[in-house]
């Protein structure tokens, strides 16, 4: 638990270190100001019994008192202001990077597969367990600060007038500061299964919804609505329990505070009338503390759910990932995209069988090579190596020359442009769909590469036109229309290499047969890799392989 917290600290949020601090600064001001004022006010009212005693350990008394009351009366609420405006934005702005930097980590991480790819419990990681660590700052640290800072003063305060009340209050007051911290690594097993329960609860909910129509034409929201009450059921126990203990924390601190009343009382009425002063003081002191100490035990359960919270980022952001970039990457040559490939063995897992043993292929620059194989033979695979969202075990694959292994993504990427077979249409207009592709293309090259992909004119007849928005997945769009436009995207690409698979799927045979018979015009000077199930005779390939039993073998058609 601790490891990871102190991963949170040192790591994720470092480069805040100034405004965190500073915002617990202010907290502990605060929180002295507050003990400041309710002292002085003890001290303004014990002053008519017992000016000696506090005149004989330097303190002001009487009428002094109240005298310096009154300037800090408004500097109280002031700070109280201050700290939750420095220390809430420290916080958010700490949160802000650490989403972003989860969300690059899962960008590097997920191509293949992570094992975590329902994306219910990734977006419960993103959101939830990243808020969640808010209180390991806003709930454990800085109240933990205020309340430390507290119970010295107290204990220096009361000190200077009788060292045996001073111990006898600050002892209730430090443990009752310490026990819910105590408490939180016993409260982290349920921290961990309210986080993991809420992750399975958010995967219960969105799945289920993503494929709503399947759901709805299986009959199947009756069971989705189950396994939905058995993820709550599992969330409410699991937060039954972390309540159990945040609550036990809370009877204990509060009966420490009690105890720390209990002493001071007791310690007064031992000492005859010179005690009636200080053990008034130290009631008073008692009081303006309960108040930060009182915060302590959402501390402690806030501490554990933060810990389980960043175990759960930890345990997805620390996945290797699927490709390593090179530590020493070499540049991309200026020119040149021939791909080479030889003697390539892949397999997804090593418990799966292999997809390659011993490919070779070649894609000569300005080439057009058709990709033929069934179902599983490694098509949509091939493209993925390509591409670099995944690894080969060995073997050699070359752009241009150079070894891809050596090259960074993002570079090769800007050489090999894809239509995945499940190209996504994201829930904004059709230009930002496309621009995607090619963030500073002009209109009219936008609209260049609709006409190439055949939807020009329906996206010409829509309203709106090119601010038409597509809805999430292109639910607004018919199947064949979302892949038209996915196809325009990847036209738009100025990469120089095109891989596209499947093209057509989801066309009708008219539409299929115009794109593919225009895909001269459509992908003028660049190579083509097209991966395809059956040629209809139009596509004109300069080269055509099958792929059988993880090689290439060419063929005819
Ligand atoms: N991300 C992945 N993780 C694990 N296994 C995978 C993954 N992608 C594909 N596979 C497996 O690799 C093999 C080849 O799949 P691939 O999708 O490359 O075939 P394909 O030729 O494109 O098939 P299709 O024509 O049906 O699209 C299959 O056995 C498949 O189950």
């Keep these: 638990m601790r490891r990871d917290l102190a991963r949170v600290l040192a790591e994720l949020w470092r480069g805040h270190a100034g405004r965190l601090a500073g915002g617990a600064a202010v907290a502990v001001a605060a929180a002295l100001l507050g003990l400041a004022l309710l002292a002085l006010a003890g001290l303004g009212v014990a002053g008519a019994g017992g000016q000696a005693a506090l005149a004989g350990a330097g303190l002001v008394s009487g009428l002094a008192a109240l005298a310096l009351l009154r300037p800090l009366v408004p500097l109280r609420p002031l700070a109280r202001y201050a700290e939750r405006l420095l220390t809430h934005e420290a916080t958010f702005r700490a949160l802000a990077d650490t989403r972003l930097w989860f969300f690059r980590r899962l960008a590097e991480r997920l191509p293949a597969g992570l094992g975590l790819r329902r994306a219910g419990d990734l977006l419960g990681r993103l959101v939830a367990d990243v808020e969640a660590l808010d209180g390991l700052y806003l709930r454990a640290l800085v109240p933990g600060a205020a309340a430390l800072a507290a119970v010295l003063a107290i204990a220096l305060l009361l000190g200077m007038l009788a060292p045996r009340l001073a111990a006898a209050v600050a002892l209730p007051l430090a443990l009752a500061l310490l026990a819910p911290l105590a408490l939180a690594p016993a409260a982290a097993r349920a ?55 945040g ?153 241009g020359g150079a070894d891809l292994a050596t090259l960074p993504a993002a570079a090769v990427r800007g050489r090999i442009a894809c239509l995945t077979q499940d190209a996504r249409l994201f829930d904004d207009t059709i230009a930002a769909n496309l621009r995607l592709a090619a963030p500073e293309a002009e209109d009219a090259a936008l609209w260049r590469a609709l006409e190439a992909a055949r939807v020009a004119e329906l996206v010409r007849a829509l309203p709106e036109g090119l601010e038409t928005r597509c809805g999430e997945a292109g639910a607004r769009l018919s199947g064949g229309q979302a892949r038209r436009l996915a196809l325009a995207r990847a036209l738009l690409s100025p990469a120089p290499v095109l891989i596209l698979d499947e093209p057509a799927a989801g066309l009708d045979t008219e539409t299929e047969c115009e794109f593919l018979a225009t895909l001269d015009a459509a992908t003028a000077g660049r190579s083509v890799i097209l991966i395809v199930h059956r040629l209809i005779g139009v596509e004109r390939p300069t080269r055509i392989l099958r792929l059988i039993g993880g090689r290439a073998i060419p063929a005819t058609g």
């Design 247 to 399: 609550a036990l924390g809370g009877a204990l601190g509060g009966l420490l505070v009690q105890a720390a009343l209990l002493a001071a009382l007791g310690w007064g009425l031992a000492a005859g009338p010179e005690g009636v002063a200080p053990a008034l003081l130290a009631l008073f002191l008692v009081v303006a503390a309960a108040e930060t100490l009182g915060l302590m035990p959402r501390a402690g359960a806030a501490l554990a759910a933060a810990a389980a919270a960043a175990r759960r980022l930890f345990q997805a952001a620390d996945q290797p990932p699927p490709v390593a970039e090179p530590a020493a990457p070499a540049p991309l040559p200026p020119r040149g995209h021939a791909i080479r490939i030889r003697d390539l063995r892949f397999a997804w897992a090593p418990d799966r069988p292999p997809v390659f043993e011993g490919l070779d292929l070649d894609v000569p620059e300005g080439a057009r090579v058709a990709i033929l194989g069934p179902s599983g033979s490694g098509k949509s695979t091939l493209a993925a190596l390509l591409l670099k969202l995944a690894a080969p075990q060995g073997g050699r694959i070359t752009l």
């Design 191 to 245: 921290a961990a299964a309210a986080a993991a329960s809420q992750g399975a609860l958010r995967a219960a909910v969105v799945d289920p919804l993503t494929g709503l129509e399947d759901t709805l034409a299986a009959n199947a929201e009756g069971r989705a609505a189950a396994r939905l009450a058995e993820a709550g059921a599992a969330l409410a126990a699991a937060q039954r329990r972390l309540a159990m203990r």
